[in-house]
């Protein structure tokens, strides 16, 4: 074996090592990299699932607070979280003009005191009942719901007043 092949097996041996060690820190810092991917999205669909509920109970609020449920009165005011119980039996009699408008699958008013029997409102029975379901589709997906008052209005010894129930509106939309 000449001195030439030893200092050329040396260095064979030498490049061999390094590119072992190249590929050992490559192969160190993927793995590395992967656990911080995997800590760092580990809840990404809880975080996913609290946005999607914290949306519904805005677009719940946003609803209660939409012109065509807002409770008014003849100089424009209005209340905050008051539904229209006459403005929404009507709206529910042609809802078919609204369809895709708040891409929602389900919009109910239920009142919750006084307490009913659990009868759907419709224009025969309106104002003895209990909720009046707007909306109403297969609820596949996320809903959340918000107290509201519901109120209409009354006529007691020939004035014109408000009478107001404490209700809940529940928005159902699409998981997406």
Known sequence: MSWR???SGKGQMK????AFMLVAVILFFALAGMFVFSFKFANLKEMATELESKNAMLLATKIANSPEFACGDSFGTRKVNCVDG???MMLKEG????????????????KIYPAGSNIEC????????????????EVSG???SNFVT????E?????TYDKCDLARILVSYEEK
């Not at 490049?15 to 390094?18: A, F, L």
């Not at 078919?96 to 109910?108: A, D, L, P, Q």
């Not at 519901?150 to 209005?153: D, G, Y």
């Open 95 to 110: 809802i078919e003009k609204y369809e895709g408008f708040w891409s929602v699958e389900n919009i109910e008013v239920r």
């Open 150 to 153: 519901l109120c209409r209005k």
């Open 86 to 88: 006459d403005k929404v």
């Open 155 to 159: 006529v007691f010894e020939g004035e």
């Open 122 to 137: 419709n224009l025969g029975n309106y104002p003895n009942c209990d909720y009046i379901r707007v909306y109403a589709k």
């Open 142 to 144: 996320y809903s959340h």
């Open 5 to 7: 092949n030893v200092k």
């Open 15 to 18: 490049i061999q090592q390094m």
